[in-house]
T-cell receptor, first 113, second 113 residues
Framework: DVKVTQSSRYLVKRTGEKVFLECVQD?????MFWYRQDPGLGLRLIYF???????EKGDIPEGYSVSREKKERFSLILESASTNQTSMYLC????????????FGSGTRLTVV | QKEVEQNSGPLSVPEGAIASLNCTYS??????FFWYRQYSGKSPELIMS????GDKEDGRFTAQLNKASQYVSLLIRDSQPSDSATYLC?????????????FGRGTQLTVWP
């Protein structure tokens, strides 16, 4: 089975902290994505990457950065956490050609207090 | 921005009935179409994909695609309480090999015994 693993299921952080969310996939997928999901707003794309050291801004990149040093790992960084970044964060991966859709990780529910 | 619209919910059907979920999209060049199921507090899981006009059946699920009308639907026959979830429609980026999907906001389905 394709596995996309997010390092934490629940996180509580303080305002102003630097937060790292980690995502690892084991299927040699080229593409990796970070979304946040909020009630009534659906899934919103933050950043994605189609290759090692490559990154592309999604629809809501402000306040976030990403790192992809290895093909299997894609990290989301909240430079200075704020309460409006309290959300469910979902990592996903896919293969190039996009005929199989995404595989999602189990999600990280982040609360910023 | 590519628009993906789903029929507003929540949708409530009795056990054994057919649940019909609908989705329209704005980009006529979209190539691949997916339905994801998301249980409360969990991440989305892929349940159906469809690429050609017509119907595709998998067990109790049937996906229907009409590219001329820019419409994709999901029918769930013999609905079960375990089908209660939010269903997300997703479409692929036009001609893209990068694999970005665009999601609707989802339709919440409740199947009551």
């Amino acid at each position: 089975d394709v596995k996309v693993t997010q390092s934490s299921r629940y996180l509580v952080k303080r305002t102003g902290e630097k937060v790292f969310l980690e995502c690892v996939q084991d299927m040699d997928h080229e593409n990796m994505f970070w979304y946040r999901q909020d009630p009534g707003l659906g899934l919103r794309l933050i950043y994605f990457s189609y290759d090692v050291k490559m990154k592309e801004k999604g629809d809501i990149p402000e306040g976030y950065s990403v790192s992809r040093e290895k093909k299997e790992r894609f990290s989301l960084i909240l430079e200075s956490a704020s309460t409006n970044q309290t959300s469910m964060y979902l990592c996903a991966s896919s293969t190039t050609g996009q005929i199989y859709g995404y595989t999602f990780g189990s999600g990280t529910r982040l609360t910023v207090v | 921005q590519k628009e993906v619209e789903q029929n507003s919910g929540p949708l409530s059907v009795p056990e054994g009935a057919i649940a019909s979920l609908n989705c329209t999209y704005s980009d006529r060049g979209s190539q691949s179409f997916f339905w994801y199921r998301q249980y409360s507090g969990k991440s989305p899981e892929l349940i159906m994909s469809i690429y050609s006009n017509g119907d595709k059946e998998d067990g109790r699920f049937t996906a229907q695609l009409n590219k001329a009308s820019q419409y994709v639907s999901l029918l769930i026959r013999d609905s079960q309480p375990s089908d209660s979830a939010t269903y997300l429609c997703a479409i692929s980026d036009r001609g893209s090999t990068l694999g970005r999907l665009y999601f609707g906001r989802g339709t919440q389905l409740t199947v009551w015994p």
